[in-house]
């Protein structure tokens, strides 16, 4: 699964690579290091609107949700959702079928490899774009509160790559990155549920990305993680006879 990204650009280079505004409110700044269940603002490209950049609560929140209990509950287990069955569980099936579909931008992201008990963290990105597209979906819910209209998102996630197969050897999973190609029709097609779910199954290629461990900092609750050096790279002597896991 996929907990932990970045998005290390700024306002500019994001307007200029989805071609889409972000309104000033947004007040944007270069994320080096999310927490998912920090549940952070994180600006998206729908479907319904791709010349826009919203800035949307990462969680899912269905439309269905009753009270502010049970988005509360919901969201933190709508971070990711398996692109296999998007449209067969109730948290995303709505999502799915009304083509609530959307664009997570991000520059990388974090995943652990686990030898025995002891994990080392890698962060991976791709080599052909800077900023490189996750597929996503979202939900409007209404706050029963305030009325306010809350919009979240969840990551899709497919079965690993050769890469992300090694480094993520535990779930052997990995965010459904796209293609330009992909990419494209993921926001602007319409898609029917075979479709979608064939687009989704199209793994990264491997080829592509770019891995490298980094120091055990990003888990600290000493120091802050969302910043630059959090992504500096580390040597681990547990991961030097694995030349596999680094690309």
Same mark, same amino acid.
């Given at each position: 699964? !996929?907990?932990?990204?970045?998005?290390?650009?700024?306002?500019?280079?994001?307007?200029?690579?989805?071609?889409?505004?972000? @309104?000033?409110?947004?007040?944007? *700044?270069?994320?080096?290091? &999310?927490?998912?269940?920090?549940? @952070?603002?994180?600006?998206?490209?729908? #479907?319904?609107?791709?010349?826009?950049?919203?800035?949307?609560?990462?969680?899912?929140?269905?439309?269905? &949700?009753?009270?502010?209990?049970? &988005?509360?509950?919901?969201? =933190?287990?709508?971070?990711?959702?398996?692109?296999?069955?998007?449209?067969?569980?109730?948290?995303?099936?709505?999502?799915? *079928?009304?083509?609530?579909? !959307?664009?997570?931008?991000? $520059?990388?992201?974090?995943?652990? #490899?686990?030898?025995? =008990?002891?994990?080392?963290?890698?962060?991976?990105?791709?080599?052909?774009?800077?900023?490189?597209?996750?597929?996503? %979906? +979202?939900?409007? +819910?209404?706050?029963?509160?305030?009325?306010?209209?809350?919009?979240?998102?969840?990551?899709?996630? $497919?079965?690993?790559?050769?890469? /992300?197969?090694?480094?993520?050897?535990?779930?052997?999973?990995? @965010?459904? %990155?796209?293609?330009?190609?992909?990419? #494209?029709?993921?926001?602007?097609?319409? %898609?029917?549920?075979?479709?979608? /779910?064939?687009?989704?199954?199209?793994?990264? @290629?491997?080829?592509?990305?770019?891995?490298? =461990?980094?120091?055990?900092?990003?888990?600290?609750?000493?120091?802050?993680?969302?910043?630059?050096?959090?992504?500096?790279?580390?040597?681990?002597?547990?991961?030097?006879?694995?030349?596999?896991?680094?690309?």
């Amino acid at each position: 699964m !996929c907990f932990h990204k970045s998005l290390n650009v700024k306002t500019e280079q994001l307007e200029e690579r989805y071609d889409a505004t972000l @309104p000033d409110s947004a007040n944007f *700044q270069p994320v080096y290091h &999310a927490n998912a269940y920090q549940f @952070p603002a994180w600006p998206i490209v729908t #479907h319904q609107e791709p010349g826009t950049l919203q800035m949307m609560h990462w969680g899912l929140i269905p439309h269905w &949700a009753k009270s502010n209990d049970d &988005a509360t509950e919901i969201r =933190s287990r709508t971070i990711n959702a398996r692109s296999e069955t998007i449209y067969e569980k109730p948290s995303f099936r709505s999502a799915a *079928q009304s083509g609530k579909r !959307c664009l997570i931008p991000v $520059t990388g992201f974090y995943e652990w #490899h686990t030898i025995g =008990s002891k994990k080392f963290p890698f962060y991976i990105n791709t080599t052909d774009q800077k900023i490189v597209s996750i597929a996503g %979906l +979202w939900d409007e +819910w209404a706050d029963s509160d305030t009325g306010e209209l809350i919009r979240t998102y969840t990551l899709l996630t $497919t079965d690993a790559n050769p890469l /992300l197969a090694e480094i993520h050897n535990a779930k052997k999973r990995m @965010p459904c %990155l796209l293609t330009p190609k992909a990419e #494209h029709a993921w926001l602007h097609d319409k %898609l029917s549920e075979t479709d979608a /779910l064939a687009l989704l199954a199209n793994q990264y @290629p491997a080829k592509k990305m770019h891995s490298f =461990s980094i120091s055990k900092r990003i888990t600290s609750r000493k120091e802050p993680n969302d910043v630059p050096e959090v992504m500096e790279p580390s040597d681990y002597p547990e991961l030097r006879d694995k030349p596999q896991l680094f690309a």
